[in-house]
């Protein structure tokens, strides 16, 4: 891979908000020739030989944390996957001691994933080693949308000048905001399709169309995104009821025929088979929800190479 004229300014990957086009697009090209690597009989190239890149997740993982161990591995970096039962956490040890512990003992990165927004945040202040935001509460999760980028663009050969509606628990999601804010800055249509009780309030100053009907909402879309519904959410009060929702709001064969005839589907796992999607569309021709996976990997690697586990 030419890597002459690659450069990235900051030290972490926190959000999508923080990045330019530039950013954006040298992260996707990155990738593209990891993507490449990726088809090779051997995958594994050296940029991170000698790195040790640390896995801390809060919450449950499994297409972020596999695809980083494995992103990392693909590199020549050491990997170590820090569990939060078999911890000090449980004996009380602060997230920070913690955080400050693992850089103690070498490691180069930190991939972070936790219930709280902005701990990435906080953890980028405190240690001088790169954060990579794995998802923070219900701010970020950038690596997820520039996952769907990729696949975008690898379908589409484009981002500018698309209509992508993305469907679900618009308040409680963070692959939502980090969509938001990708998409929009690659000059892609975003329109945001819930109920009433999952929209935020002043979501349409982040330059997004609003639509509370998804027969409205999916019309003519080059992109369907759906979004797992968190089901903890029915039981406060958020959602009549399960059904109710795949009902009003279940991406179904029927309901997919409204958008472009090439249209793709999209979700960012894991899935609620029935509750925001039906199987038929999960599994049909236009799903690229398991291509999505596959490209984490890639775009993994890219975010991690780029980042280069240099202090800057
Ligand atoms: N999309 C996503 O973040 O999936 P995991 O929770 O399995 O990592």
Redesign the pocket.
């Known amino acids: 891979m030419d890597n002459k004229n690659i450069t990235f300014k900051s030290k972490d990957l926190l959000g999508i908000k923080d990045l330019s086009q530039e950013e954006i697009s040298l992260i996707l090209d990155t990738a593209s020739g990891f993507k490449d690597v990726l088809e090779r009989d051997i995958k594994k190239v050296p940029p991170l030989r000698g790195k040790t890149v640390a896995n801390l ?1 809060f ?9 980083f161990e494995l992103a990392a591995k693909r590199l020549s970096a050491d990997v170590v996957n820090f569990s939060v039962p078999t911890s000090s956490v449980v004996k009380g040890e602060t997230l920070k001691d913690t955080a400050l512990t693992i850089q103690a003992l070498g490691a180069d990165f930190v991939v972070i ?1 936790h219930s709280s927004s902005g701990v990435p945040h906080m953890l980028s202040k405190i240690l001088d080693i790169s954060i990579i935001n ?2 923070d509460g219900a701010n970020e ?1 950038p690596t ?1 949308a520039l996952l769907d980028l990729f696949t975008i663009r690898s379908h589409k050969k484009k981002i500018e000048g698309l209509s992508v509606a993305i469907i679900g628990d618009i308040a409680h999601s963070r ?1 939502a905001l980090s969509n938001i804010y990708a998409l929009t800055r690659l000059g892609a249509e975003v329109r945001v399709v819930c109920p009433p009780t999952l929209m935020p309030a002043g979501i349409g100053e982040l330059g997004v169309k609003t639509f509370g009907s998804i027969e409205e909402g999916i019309k003519d879309t080059d992109v369907i995104m759906t979004l ?1 519904l968190q089901l903890e959410r029915q039981s406060k009060g958020f959602l009549p009821s399960l059904e109710e929702y795949f009902t009003l709001y279940g991406l179904t064969a029927g309901r997919l025929k409204l958008a472009k005839k090439d249209a793709m589907v999209m979700h ?3 899935m609620n088979r029935g509750v925001e999607i039906s199987s038929e569309v999960a599994d049909g021709p236009q799903s690229v929800i398991l291509e ?2 596959t490209n ?1 990997l890639a775009v993994r690697m890219a975010v991690l190479y780029l980042l280069g586990g240099v202090k800057k």
Not at 59 to 67: A, G, I, K, Y
């Open positions: 997740f919450e449950p993982s499994t297409r972020t944390r596999t695809s994933r794995a998802g999760h997820q692959v797992r960012p796992g894991p999505q996976v984490g």
